[in-house]
């Protein structure tokens, strides 16, 4: 298939959702792309949906109450199709309506909200997943383009002065506050946004892992323009 992605040795791209879940990640893949260009409306869903707040969790039952026209419909029946393939697969999609996340300001060196370049840890193995259907899309970068922040000397200095407790536990102190999650990216780094409509799976750092798990980040959104976000 003839993508952008293709070109990059970080992503894989498939063109079947069964493909999605069963090809493995290897060497520097540590993203997969299920590429579609899908047809329509789903501006008109978000037009017709309410933001109780900042995040919205949006249900099955919340689209199909809808009264939508026929491009409308359209788009509803592929957000409908994608929860029912990942429950199916095993998974618990969460369809939101998204304003904004929430920041994090407490510290001025380092960030550990989602607008921050991140991984994700698990404790089992499993995979993030994601497709944005309306507003501002995610961005990927390949691992060798960042560095992990809690590795950058004067950040890490910080941090000890922070941590309250003996040396051998300052790791530790790390994890529980998800610094060591977080990564500064390079200058030159080629910052890769992952565009609307597709279906994306994403590596987790967790014990069974064979590839490095995939740094990205939430977008900032546009201004006066809400997300709607399929993410498990």
């Avoid at 991984?119 to 944005?132: E, G």
Wanted: aromatic share 10%; glycine share 4%.
């Amino acid at each position: 298939m003839n993508s952008i992605f293709s070109e990059s040795s970080q992503i894989g791209v498939v063109s079947t959702f069964s493909e999605l879940i069963h090809t493995n990640f290897h060497g520097e893949m540590n993203a997969l792309c299920w590429h579609r260009n899908l047809d329509g409306d789903f501006n008109e869903i978000v037009a017709k949906l309410s933001l109780k707040e900042n995040i919205t969790e949006i249900s099955t039952e919340d689209l199909i109450a809808l009264q939508l026209s026929e491009k409308g419909n359209s788009a509803r029946e592929v957000i409908l199709n994608d929860l029912q393939l990942l429950t199916d697969f095993g998974a618990s999609p969460s369809l939101n309506l998204l304003k904004c996340y929430e920041r994090d300001t407490e510290f001025d060196f380092i960030s550990t909200d989602v607008y921050s370049f991140h991984v994700d840890r698990s404790p089992i193995a499993t995979d993030t997943f994601l497709c944005t259907y309306h507003g501002a899309a995610s961005d990927i970068i390949p691992n060798s383009q960042a560095k992990q922040k809690v590795l950058i000397p004067e950040v890490r200095a910080k941090l000890k002065e922070l941590h309250d407790g003996p040396d051998e536990e300052f790791e530790d102190f790390l994890k529980e506050n998800y610094f060591d999650l977080h990564y500064q990216v390079n200058e030159d780094a080629e910052i890769i946004n992952l565009e609307k409509m597709h279906l994306w799976r994403l590596a987790v750092d967790h014990p069974k892992q064979k590839v490095l798990p995939c740094i990205h980040r939430a977008p900032v959104e546009n201004y006066g323009e809400y997300r709607l976000l399929l993410i498990c």
